[in-house]
């Protein structure tokens, strides 16, 4: 007698979580998306000085680099998502895993279940801990409420957006990197063009001297798109709206997922 959706769901599940312990790697990343955000994020605030606000409430968007780690951190959100997938191919247990799971649509989902779980729960911790960081480093610099810091309080709604948007950032980016992890099923190469993605458009924003040029790499760039959520200051000026910008970048994490699993059911799990 067949076993159950539920169950075999939950075995797909359970399988994917077992696999992702056992590489050495996805504790380390883990723990480094984590402590990038800290860190990074107290260097940032750490760093500032209450006169460079001028005279007047301080403009300075001490939310947004609070959370400056997210730069480091997506970086080990997205060789996460791309080895949790790639790594079946590498080791050759791909092929049980499509034997034991014949409905493939069930190992992508498990898959993507697991990578968002590990990086939401890590993003989640990173940027508590780095907004916590903030909160008790700014006052001392002199970011008071006197000085305009009253609004980028943890208990503020732009704070929050930019908190939660960091989170759903990070899984968004190993959700990207997961799906080009089936597309390519090398790691390397998957790794490379992810990074591609996300670090490239940023660095050819500053060398395109065109303004109008910039404006749309950073609309339409998935990094700039997404992270424009972060933003608690200055939103008229801003390229694309802050979910409007992570509403793109789930786009193309959710173009690159539906590839990926398309190729997956198209392909033979050896070729």
Known sequence: MAAPPARRMTGALRAEWTKARSLPSTGWLLLGL???MVGIGLAATGSLRVDECG????????????????????VAAAVLGVLLVTADYATGTIVPTLAAVPRRWRVVVAKVAVVGAGVGGAAVAGVVGAL??????????GFTAARGYAATTVVHDLTQRAAVGTVLYLVLVAVLGAGLGLVI?????????????????????????DPVWQTRIHRFAPADAGLAVQATRGL??????????LALL???????????AWMLQARDATT
């Open 185 to 209: 099923r090398d790691t390397g190469v998957a790794v490379t063009v992810v990074l591609a993605l996300l670090l490239v458009a940023p660095v050819l924003a500053m060398v395109v001297g």
């Open 34 to 36: 984590a402590v990038a």
């Open 55 to 74: 005279e007047g409430a301080c403009t300075l968007d001490t939310v947004k680099l609070s959370l400056g780690g997210v730069r480091l951190a997506q």
């Open 250 to 260: 789930a786009a193309y994490a959710l173009a690159a997922l539906a590839a990926g």
């Open 132 to 141: 916590l960081a903030a909160r008790a480093v700014l006052p001392r610099r």
């Open 236 to 245: 008229a000026t801003l390229p694309i709206a802050p979910w409007a910008g």
